[in-house]
């Protein structure tokens, strides 16, 4: 009985020391004023003070790859500075690679230069007077401006009739 105890316990042994360490959570901040720039931050879970080594690849949604890797004395959160080309909603996903992968594929959401109602009108562009803000145009620091249409239209000379297009107003 002894002897099943000590080859159970041997062949447990390998297999724990063999387990990887895996991807526990990626986070994205994106920096401020700093046009489409962000810092990715993935941290892995290691099971045991053996599992020591594990590769990843970032893959910021606009088709880069990002390799990180962890070894010996690594903290258990690594942090890279990334910027996007253009603006956009992106998803970024990590994933383990490599003869040392790490386990499992975690994923977050971004949204880099392009501002959101709630950021954009909390300090919102302000256009001349008779004029008015086009809403779905602000995008950061740019935005568009239209004449204000007046509150009543033109009373118009007895055979035309009042108009209102492309910004303009009259009598026909």
Known sequence: M????????LVLAPAAA??????????????????????ISVSIERPTL???NCDALI????????????????????????????PGNYRIKVAGIGKEACVGVKEASVTVGISTKANAFSNPPRCPGGWTLVEESVQGARYTCRPRPPIQ????????SYFSERGEIGCR
């Open 2 to 9: 002894r002897g099943q105890i000590a080859a159970t316990v």
């Open 18 to 39: 063999l387990a990887a360490p895996r991807i526990d959570s990626v986070s994205v901040k994106v920096l401020a004023g700093k046009g489409n720039d962000v810092v």
């Open 50 to 52: 053996l599992d020591l």
């Open 59 to 86: 893959d910021p949604g606009d088709g880069s790859q990002i390799p990180i890797s962890w070894n010996i004395g690594d903290s258990r959160t690594k942090t890279t500075r990334y910027e996007y080309k253009r």
């Open 153 to 160: 239209g033109l009373r118009c000379p007895e055979g035309t």
